[in-house]
Nanobody
Framework: VQLQASGGGLVQPGGSLRLTCTAS????????MTWFRQAPGKEREALLC????????YFLDSVKGRFTLSRDNAQNTMHLQMNNLEPEDTAVYYCATDLGFRCDPTVAKQYWGQGTLVTVSS
């Protein structure tokens, strides 16, 4: 089981980025998948999750209406579309799963992508 996050970069405030999480060794859309981020000097926080039980579920109010999650079953990937980015969104972004079926950020995730850095700055 492997996950790889990609698509990060430098973007100006108000801009957009699309992150991709590529899975190998398992079928991504069978399981609950979560995006996390960790800003410099801060704790890691769960952003949103997708599962077949609940669809999309947001854990962080500040990204509602700006971030959306989608899956590409044919490519075994999921995407995090981030719009109207703010400097406070600067962080390393991770995709993760515990190969369970519930969106629960308190459940420890065994599998993590390596993270992709998003920097929002003018």
């Amino acid at each position: 089981v492997q996950l790889q996050a990609s698509g990060g970069g430098l973007v100006q405030p108000g801009g957009s980025l699309r992150l991709t999480c590529t899975a190998s060794g398992f079928t991504l859309h069978y399981y609950a998948m979560t995006w996390f981020r960790q800003a410099p000097g801060k704790e890691r926080e769960a952003l949103l999750c997708v599962s077949n039980n609940v669809g999309g579920k947001y854990f962080l109010d500040s990204v509602k209406g700006r971030f959306t999650l989608s899956r590409d079953n044919a490519q075994n990937t999921m995407h995090l579309q981030m719009n109207n980015l703010e400097p406070e969104d600067t962080a390393v972004y991770y995709c993760a799963t515990d190969l369970g079926f519930r969106c629960d950020p308190t459940v420890a995730k065994q599998y993590w992508g390596q993270g992709t850095l998003v920097t929002v700055s003018s």
